[in-house]
């Protein structure tokens, strides 16, 4: 017998409240038969975005057989972030899972016919299942363990530990960044998030691909954070890296771009400490040399070295996009020593945003395009960060 949704969702999310992390897979399938429908399964994403692992049940080792991302239906919700259906035996609905426009996972629900009503009550329950499973996520390891295919270096983990969700957004900004080698990254890492009117965009490369390198951008995020909620300006930042660095990391060099967007006026302000410039992506063409600007020395150099930070800014239009990548990126080589290359990296994401694809998933098919140019391999961290202004937009655009 079929619930009415909002008392079948009511029960969900009241249990949800003091259920084990292993026992979500359970709720979402009691809450599906409640609405009618045979069975629902959660898959996670794994971390590095080549599969969707299905969500373990109390007293499973595992979840089962994972799905390509690509190449398979449930990949193609993931992808496209819409739902899909099945229509072999049994009939099956595909749905993503969503933290704000972030994706996690995919849900797949089973029901002897598709209706309207079912579609509606997938929606609601893939939504109450997202959010239960972030909500979670923070003080358990059945998600993250989940996610992997194989363990993290310790730098590594101290690094995820730092970083904020790969995607955020609303109607007039959307935020998204990739990096690799996901399980043995060191010296890289990002940071973003939106304040009042403005998203701040951090992305940093600490020299060396070790546990001190982790250290040192660890340090350099959390001197970010400090200054910036404490009210601190861009140079503000860039003065608390450099002091903590010198201070407690004195060989833990890094370079960095540390930016503000205005979310009304578009105006771009950033700081750029020894880093690749950003490019700017207008009209999926790059304007050549838009934000380049005289190189700064690096952060951890200490007083000896100190001098006023210069920032830099720029007016964007409606629809521009801004890429902020580390030279791991760029520098990538291929067996026959031939560099991913600055102009490799603009054509790809070029085309994959004109084709209309979201830029969570450019990005990802991105970063595998770089892994794949160095056999899976790479000898340096690569971390790239695509922000794109939209003011003009009615809703988020991922």
């Not at 790969?166 to 007039?172: A, E, F, N, P, S």
């Not at 994401?349 to 790479?378: F, K, M, Q, T, V």
Request: contains cysteine; glycine residues 10%; negative net charge.
């Amino acid at each position: 017998m079929t619930e009415d949704p909002g008392a079948a969702l009511a029960v969900f999310l009241e249990r949800s409240h003091t259920a084990a992390p292993l026992e979500v897979s359970q709720l979402v399938e009691e809450a599906a038969r409640r609405l009618g429908m045979v069975s629902a399964t959660v898959y996670l994403a794994d971390v590095q975005e080549d599969e969707l692992v299905p969500l373990p049940r109390p007293g499973e080792a595992d979840g089962g057989e994972s799905l390509a991302i690509d190449g398979t239906v449930a990949g193609w919700a993931y992808r496209t972030m819409s739902l899909r259906l099945s229509h072999s035996r049994p009939l099956a609905v595909w749905l993503p899972l969503v933290d704000g426009i972030a994706r996690i996972g995919v849900l797949q629900v089973v029901a002897e016919q598709i209706t309207p009503a079912t579609l509606d009550g997938a929606q609601q329950l893939a939504a109450v299942t997202a959010l239960t499973v972030v909500s979670k996520s923070g003080f358990s390891d059945v998600f993250s363990r989940t996610a992997r295919q194989r363990p993290m270096t310790t730098a590594a983990e101290m690094v995820w530990a730092f970083l904020p969700p790969r995607t955020l957004g609303t109607g007039k900004v959307t935020s998204t960044a990739a990096l690799e080698p996901a399980y043995e990254i060191g010296g890289d890492a990002f940071d973003h998030g939106l304040d009042d009117g403005r998203l701040h965009v951090t992305v940093v490369d600490a020299m060396g691909h070790d546990l001190a390198a982790g250290l040192s951008s660890a340090v350099a995020l959390a001197g970010c954070r400090s200054a910036r909620r404490a009210g601190g300006s861009l140079t503000d930042i860039t003065d608390r890296i450099d002091e903590d660095l010198h201070r407690w990391q004195p060989d833990g060099l890094l370079t960095g771009v540390f930016a503000h967007l205005d979310l009304e006026t578009g105006q771009l302000s950033w700081v750029n400490a020894g880093h690749p410039p950003p490019l700017l992506i207008r009209a999926h063409r790059v304007v050549p040399g838009a934000l380049e600007a005289h190189g700064e020395l690096p952060l951890g150099l200490g007083p000896d070295h100190a001098h006023p930070r210069t920032v830099h800014k720029a007016p964007l239009e409606p629809g521009d996009r801004v890429l902020f990548h580390t030279d791991g990126v760029t520098e990538a080589r291929s067996a026959a020593d031939v560099l991913f290359g600055e102009e490799r990296l603009v054509d790809f994401i070029s085309r994959a945003l004109a084709a209309g694809e979201p830029a969570p998933e450019a990005l990802r098919r991105l970063i595998h395009a770089i892994l794949d140019h160095h056999d899976g391999r790479l000898q340096d961290d690569a971390t790239i960060v695509l922000v794109e202004w939209h003011p003009e937009t009615d809703g988020t655009r991922p």
